[in-house]
């Protein structure tokens, strides 16, 4: 799911749209599957059904070993 997002640094280098961003936020002390029914909810009032991993991508594979889950 994508969400349009104001970020204050982009709008003032010259960007005035909101950006287009994934749905996402921090694991904190949840379950990746727990953390996208969080926010999605949070940020886009959406009570998701089902999920199911589709893959799992690294975020900068040159420097951080941290995967993302989708």
Do not use: N
Not at 18 to 45: F, M, N, Q, Y
Request: proline letters at 6%; a negative charge.
């Amino acid at each position: 799911l994508l969400v349009r997002q104001f970020r204050y640094v982009a709008y003032a280098t010259g960007h005035r749209e909101p950006l287009i961003e994934a749905c996402a936020g921090l694991l904190d002390e949840h379950d990746p599957e727990t953390c996208i029914r969080k926010e999605a909810e949070e940020e886009l009032g959406y009570r998701l059904k089902d999920v199911e991993r589709l893959f799992s991508p690294y975020m900068s594979p040159g420097s951080v070993t941290e995967r993302l889950w989708f």
